[in-house]
């Protein structure tokens, strides 16, 4: 089990890892689909950033506005209605890095007591920061395991 210094510095390594495990995948097969009902590496890219869009968010609100709500979203839903694949995964990369750099930042200076008092309820209860800190924490890791396993798909099918 990672401690909480331990999780933030995982959180901050996002952006680096995620562009080193583009580099194994083919540009070719990032629109590449293993089942419709999946999300291609492309759909995956911009998830990412709109995910951090709302973890932004989220941590902010949790940290300034303590037993608040903060909003859940339904990445299904944003991934039809946003039309994902149409979106651009330079700009989507781009903003993730510098929404997971700032971020990481503010998480290094908090001092305890203000981890202490951040929390914050959502639809499925209380949420902390330190909950918050461990979803983000592994979300890109997470999203690289599904990259690979559509990179794996894509080669079978070639």
């Known amino acids: 089990m990672l401690g909480r210094?331990?999780?933030i510095e995982?959180?901050?390594k996002g952006p680096q890892q995620l562009a080193?495990?583009?580099e194994r995948f083919p540009r070719?097969?990032?629109d590449f689909k293993p089942s419709p009902d999946r999300w291609s590496i492309h759909e995956v890219l911009i998830h990412i950033?709109?995910?951090d869009a709302n973890a932004f968010v989220k941590c902010r609100k949790l940290i300034a506005q303590p037993g608040k709500p903060v909003n859940d979203y339904n990445q299904d839903i944003w991934s039809d209605a946003l039309g994902y694949n149409g979106q651009?995964?330079?700009?989507?990369l781009e903003l993730f890095k510098l929404m997971r750099k700032t971020t990481y930042i503010l998480l290094r200076n908090i001092p305890d007591d203000v981890w202490a008092e951040a929390?914050?309820?959502a639809e499925d209860g209380i949420?902390?920061?330190d909950d918050w800190l461990d979803i983000y924490a592994n979300h890109i890791p997470d999203h690289i395991k599904q990259m690979e396993k559509n990179y794996a798909a894509w080669q079978k099918q070639s």
């Open 119 to 121: 929390t914050g309820y």
């Open 28 to 30: 070719k097969m990032w």
């Open 10 to 12: 995982l959180y901050g």
């Open 88 to 92: 651009s995964i330079e700009d989507a």
């Open 49 to 51: 950033a709109d995910s």
């Open 127 to 129: 949420v902390t920061l």
């Open 20 to 22: 080193d495990a583009l």
């Open 5 to 7: 210094k331990q999780k």
